[in-house]
């Protein structure tokens, strides 16, 4: 059983930053790969970010490439989410997932994900 706990969401402006935690429990994290995903009221559950095992290997969706950066400190068994330039579409709850296959794909589909966080809110006024 692995749990994901987020911390780190919040209100910002517009062109303001954030930086997203995520704290895994499990004694294998650093064989995980994990993701970033947000949802926002009325919308689909969309792809943000994913990492590979090591960090070395990152996937960003266009929407926020060049704004956020994904990383992980495997000795911490945490995964961050470094959010800059925030736009109002921002707006959503973010939830980190992990694919605890064993699998070395980056994927932006949800259904690869096995376990998933409660979310953090973030806020961007414009």
């Known amino acids: 059983q692995v749990q994901l706990v987020e911390s780190g969401g919040g209100l910002v402006q517009a062109g303001g930053s954030l930086r997203l935690s995520c704290a895994a429990s499990g004694r294998t994290f650093s064989r995980y790969v994990m993701g970033w995903f947000r949802q926002a009221p009325g919308k689909e559950r969309e792809f943000v970010a994913v990492?590979?095992?090591?960090?070395?290997?990152?996937y960003y969706a266009d929407s926020v490439k060049g704004r956020f950066t994904i990383s992980r400190d495997n000795a911490k068994n945490s995964v961050y989410l470094q959010m800059n330039s925030l736009k109002p579409e921002d707006t959503a709850v973010y939830l980190c997932?992990?694919?605890?296959?064993?699998?070395?794909?980056?994927?932006?589909?949800?259904?690869?994900?096995?376990?998933w966080g409660q979310g953090t809110q973030v806020t961007v006024s414009a």
């Open positions: 997932a992990a694919d605890t296959s064993g699998g070395y794909a980056l994927t932006s589909a949800a259904e690869r994900y096995d376990y």
């Open positions: 990492i590979s095992w090591s960090g070395r290997g990152v």
